[in-house]
């Protein structure tokens, strides 16, 4: 053995613990470099799989919904949440269901695709049944509390998209429609300037929960609404609405 050898082996024993601790840390190094890609190519291949989801599959899922089963409750809740887009009208329809479960069940899918699901759940609130409406209104309010929580990355084009459709819902004779509009924009800050007049005339709504939910909205969208503060003073003074 060489000089150099003796000195390096002296230094750094190739012992087989040691050995095993080198591959371990190479492989470590390896994962942590090509994990991105790992993840890149999972979403890919989550995407192609909801893509090619047919009606049968989605409706059998739908179906499971209602089973016992808590483990199968779970499983059918979230491959429908990895489907997404395609098994929203589906979902919809599942919010008028006679089985509670059911309801709750795909509100809490609907409320997993987020943001896309947006235009469908606007659409539900001028639905006939009332369960539908106010089930919709429900995930609509969550969605919108979640995004205004992360309002730094920009309101979503669905929701921006959605603003012209709302405004007409903030006169809906279901007071749970209007409070949820009214929140629904609120969420939006300025994008949602346009229903400023709209959310003043609430202010002496019947409801106490539109006042609220409108004052809410108002205090959201800020300067842009700064038209309302009388308004708004003086049904705080008059405690008709709750902050």
């Not at 006169?171 to 994008?191: C, I, P, Q």
């Not at 006042?211 to 800020?222: P, T």
Request: aromatic fraction near 4%.
């Amino acid at each position: 053995m060489t000089e150099a050898a003796h000195q390096i082996q002296g230094f750094w024993p190739m012992t087989k613990h040691y050995r095993q601790r080198l591959v371990a840390v190479i492989a470590l190094s390896f994962l942590s470099f090509t994990s991105p890609l790992l993840l890149i190519r999972n979403a890919a291949a989550e995407n192609l799989r909801a893509s090619k989801a047919n009606p049968k599959e989605i409706a059998s899922l739908i179906e499971k919904l209602k089973t016992n089963d808590e483990r199968e409750l779970d499983a059918a809740i979230e491959k429908l949440g990895k489907i997404g887009e395609p098994a929203i009208p589906a979902l919809i329809e599942a919010l008028q269901d006679e089985n509670l479960q059911v309801r709750q069940s795909a509100a809490k899918v609907l409320e997993k695709i987020d943001v896309p699901a947006i235009p469908a759940l606007v659409k539900a609130l001028k639905d006939s049944d009332v369960r539908v409406r106010r089930r919709a209104a429900a995930v609509l309010e969550t969605i919108s509390d979640r995004w205004y929580q992360w309002y730094q990355y920009g309101t979503p084009s669905e929701a921006k998209a959605a603003v012209p459709q709302l405004i007409p819902l903030l006169k809906n004779s279901d007071a749970d429609v209007r409070s949820s509009a009214a929140s629904v924009l609120g969420s939006m800050r300025a994008e949602a300037k346009t229903a400023v007049p709209q959310l003043i005339l609430l202010l002496k709504d019947s409801d106490a929960e539109v006042r609220s939910s409108a004052a809410f909205a108002l205090g959201r969208i800020g300067a842009e609404a700064k038209a309302a503060v009388p308004q708004c003073s003086l049904c705080l003074g008059e405690n008709r609405c709750r902050s």
